[in-house]
């Protein structure tokens, strides 16, 4: 495929990807992720024609112009979006298929000084969101999805979403038919992908495990007061005191009014797209 007609291409996949986006000429001139991308292509040329120096000096000159930094050795595929752009880190031996999209401030890193592979490889309709880090040689299968802000430093499986710190999956869609799987699409359905972060209703790993945790205490508290009232029922002096109820309720009015807060934090700054 020729130079012009992979550009239309990028083009055509922003249009499908950004609603933002009105005209060509918008494109070329106002998208530093899209003109990125294109200075990468050539640096990428350079690195392999093995005039490394160059390609390494067009690479910088692509971070100060548009602040996306792209190593001149890693592998990128077609119709890759970069929204917004700035802050964008991704390694020399980072992989990335075709169809992914990057939010601002995601890194592909590494997790050794050795040499050989290190950086993540994404397969195709990856999506990452703002501020993600993904870490060290793993590998994002196609149509995984990464939470803003979250950290990745293990695979994660085709067609599912991770979020939190390390990153845990809170949605996939692999047709399994168990509780827990048709759970995590349920929520997958209800909160949708956030590449922000800023639904009140965002689903976090954490909260939920805490909350099945507290589901649990409940269910073993109205276990041994049954217990109790057997015991004494049989003459036994047992249990006199009722054991002090675990309201879940209040668990969730608690997480509501933070996310409540975190909202109106975030409406006190001018939104960014």
Same mark, same amino acid.
């Given at each position: 495929?020729?130079?012009?007609?992979?550009?239309?291409?990028?083009?055509?996949?922003?249009?499908?990807?950004?609603?933002?986006?009105?005209?060509?000429?918008?494109?070329?001139?106002?998208?530093?992720?899209?003109?990125?991308?294109?200075?990468?292509?050539?640096?990428?040329?350079?690195?392999?024609?093995?005039?490394?120096?160059?390609?390494?000096?067009?690479?910088?000159?692509?971070?100060?112009?548009?602040?996306?930094?792209?190593?001149?050795?890693?592998?990128?595929?077609?119709?890759?979006?970069?929204?917004?752009?700035?802050?964008?880190?991704?390694?020399?031996?980072?992989?990335?298929?075709?169809?992914?999209?990057?939010?601002?401030?995601?890194?592909?890193?590494?997790?050794?000084?050795?040499?050989?592979?290190?950086?993540?490889?994404?397969?195709?309709?990856?999506?990452?969101?703002?501020?993600?880090?993904?870490?060290?040689?793993?590998?994002?299968?196609?149509?995984?999805?990464?939470?803003?802000?979250?950290?990745?430093?293990?695979?994660?499986?085709?067609?599912?979403?991770?979020?939190?710190?390390?990153?845990?999956?809170?949605?996939?869609?692999?047709?399994?038919?168990? %509780?827990?799987?048709?759970?995590?699409? $349920?929520? *997958?359905? &209800?909160?949708? +992908? /956030?590449?922000?972060?800023?639904? #009140?209703?965002?689903?976090?790993?954490?909260?939920?495990?805490?909350?099945?945790?507290?589901?649990?205490?409940?269910?073993?508290?109205?276990?041994?007061?049954?217990?109790?009232?057997?015991?004494?029922?049989?003459?036994?002096?047992?249990?006199?005191?009722?054991?002090?109820?675990?309201?879940?309720? %209040?668990?969730?009015?608690?997480?509501? $009014?933070? *996310?409540? &807060?975190?909202? +109106? /934090?975030?409406?006190?700054?001018? #939104?960014?797209?």
């Amino acid at each position: 495929m020729g130079m012009i007609a992979r550009i239309k291409e990028d083009i055509a996949s922003i249009y499908h990807r950004d609603p933002a986006a009105r005209n060509a000429f918008e494109i070329l001139f106002n998208y530093p992720g899209m003109q990125a991308i294109w200075i990468h292509r050539a640096s990428h040329k350079l690195w392999h024609a093995n005039w490394k120096l160059s390609a390494r000096c067009l690479s910088t000159f692509s971070r100060w112009l548009t602040g996306v930094e792209i190593h001149p050795g890693a592998t990128i595929g077609r119709r890759f979006f970069i929204d917004h752009g700035m802050g964008i880190v991704i390694g020399e031996t980072a992989e990335i298929g075709d169809d992914c999209t990057l939010y601002h401030g995601v890194t592909l890193g590494g997790t050794t000084w050795r040499a050989g592979k290190r950086h993540p490889t994404l397969a195709n309709n990856v999506v990452v969101g703002a501020g993600a880090k993904i870490l060290g040689p793993i590998t994002m299968h196609d149509g995984a999805r990464v939470g803003s802000n979250s950290v990745v430093v293990k695979d994660v499986p085709k067609d599912t979403t991770v979020v939190g710190i390390p990153g845990r999956v809170v949605a996939t869609q692999t047709g399994q038919s168990s %509780e827990k799987t048709q759970r995590r699409s $349920a929520m *997958a359905e &209800k909160y949708g +992908f /956030d590449a922000y972060a800023v639904s #009140p209703d965002n689903p976090d790993p954490v909260a939920n495990a805490i909350g099945q945790m507290l589901d649990h205490m409940h269910l073993m508290d109205s276990k041994v007061q049954d217990l109790c009232q057997a015991i004494q029922s049989m003459g036994g002096n047992v249990c006199t005191d009722k054991l002090p109820e675990l309201n879940v309720g %209040e668990f969730d009015e608690a997480e509501k $009014a933070a *996310a409540k &807060k975190r909202k +109106f /934090d975030l409406d006190e700054f001018d #939104p960014i797209i």
